[in-house]
C-alpha cells in the first residue's frame, strides 16, 4: 500500500485485537490544503477503495464549496503478492469485515475454501481501541469522532459498528450494504429499538442493483429499501440519513458516486442539522 498516493505514511502494526499484523495507510491532507487539524475517515476493503477514497477527499478538499480537511486512514492487511490478494479478496476480507452473528454463508463466498472465521467485532477493535489512539497521538486530528467509509462488505461492517455504537465513530458512508435480506445484521438494525441509534448516515446504491430497477442485479436493492425504513427519523429521531440512489451504475462503480455524496453531505460547508432528514434521492 506504500506507493498509493504522495504524503501518505504506511504502518504495521501487530494487533492484539484482531490476533494478526494489519496495514494502515494515513493519507492526510496536501500541503497547504488545511488551516486546521482534519477530520478522520476511515477506509474498510483497502485493496478496492483506498486510491478512490483518498483521491476524492482531496479533490473535493479543492472544490469551489470545499469538504472539511479530511485524513484517510485505509486498514487492511500487507499486500505484497497476486496470491496475497487473491487470498485476501475470497479469504481475508471475509473475516475482517463480516459480523461473527452473520457467518460467512452467502452464495458467492461459501465455497471458498479455507474461509476464515467471521470477526468483524475484533477488526472494529482494533481500530477502536489500538488505532484510533495511536493515530491521535501521531498525528494533529480534530478532536471529534471518526467516520467510517464502505462498500459491499465494507459497508457491511460499517453497519456493524452503527449497531454497535462505538463511540469512536459517529459518521458512516454505507455503499451497496452486503447484508443480505435473510441475514442477521439486517435484522439487527431493523429491529432495533426506537430512538436507540445516533450518528449522520449517507445510504447509498446502484441503480442497477434496485428491487424495482429493470436490471435488477440481486438481493442489495432489497436489503437498501429495508435499511431506508429501518433508519428513518420518524424511527430513530437520532438518525441524521440522506439516501442516494446512483442512476447507470451498478455493484462495480456504485461506490465512486456514493462515497462523493457521501462526503459532501458529512463534511460539506452546507451540513445541515443532525435531526435533518432527506428522502430517497435519485442522483447522477
Not at 491532507?29 to 483506498?50: E, T
Not at 458467492?108 to 481500530?127: S, T, Y
Not at 429499538?193 to 449517507?202: A, I
Request: with cysteine; net charge negative; charged share 20%.
Amino acid at each position: 500500500m506504500s506507493s498509493i498516493s504522495p504524503f501518505t505514511d504506511v504502518i504495521r502494526i501487530e494487533s492484539e485485537c484482531a490476533g494478526k499484523a494489519l496495514e494502515v495507510s494515513v493519507a492526510a491532507p496536501l500541503p497547504g490544503a488545511a488551516d486546521s487539524p482534519s477530520r478522520l475517515l476511515y477506509v474498510l476493503d483497502p485493496m478496492l477503495n483506498a486510491a478512490l477514497a483518498i483521491d476524492l477527499a482531496r479533490a473535493m478538499g479543492r472544490d469551489r464549496h470545499p469538504i472539511a480537511p479530511l485524513t484517510i486512514v485505509n486498514v487492511g492487511t500487507p499486500i505484497q503478492s497476486h496470491g496475497d490478494y487473491v487470498s485476501y479478496m475470497f479469504r481475508t476480507r471475509n473475516g475482517l469485515l463480516v459480523p461473527p452473528e452473520e457467518g460467512i454463508n452467502d452464495s458467492i463466498m461459501a465455497n471458498v475454501p479455507r474461509q476464515p472465521a467471521a470477526e468483524a467485532d475484533r477488526f472494529l477493535g482494533f481500530i477502536a481501541e489500538e488505532l484510533d489512539p495511536l493515530l491521535r497521538s501521531r498525528y494533529e486530528l480534530a478532536a471529534e469522532p471518526a467516520g467510517l467509509f464502505g462498500h459491499s462488505y465494507g459497508a457491511l461492517c460499517a453497519a456493524y459498528a452503527l449497531a454497535e455504537q462505538l463511540p469512536t465513530f459517529d459518521r458512516y458512508i454505507l455503499s451497496s450494504t452486503g447484508a443480505l435480506p435473510d441475514r442477521a445484521m439486517l435484522k439487527r438494525l431493523c429491529d432495533a429499538r426506537p430512538g436507540s441509534l445516533t450518528g449522520r448516515v449517507f445510504l447509498g446504491l446502484g441503480e442497477f442493483e434496485d428491487a424495482c430497477a429493470e436490471e435488477y442485479e440481486g438481493d442489495l436493492g432489497v436489503t437498501w429499501h429495508r435499511l431506508c425504513e429501518a433508519l428513518a427519523p420518524a424511527r430513530q429521531p437520532g438518525i441524521a440519513l440522506r439516501t442516494g440512489l446512483q442512476a447507470g451504475h451498478g455493484h462495480g462503480t456504485a461506490a465512486y458516486i456514493n462515497l462523493a455524496h457521501g462526503l459532501q453531505w458529512l463534511y460539506g460547508s452546507s451540513e445541515t442539522s443532525p435531526s435533518a432528514h432527506h428522502p430517497v434521492e435519485k442522483t447522477s
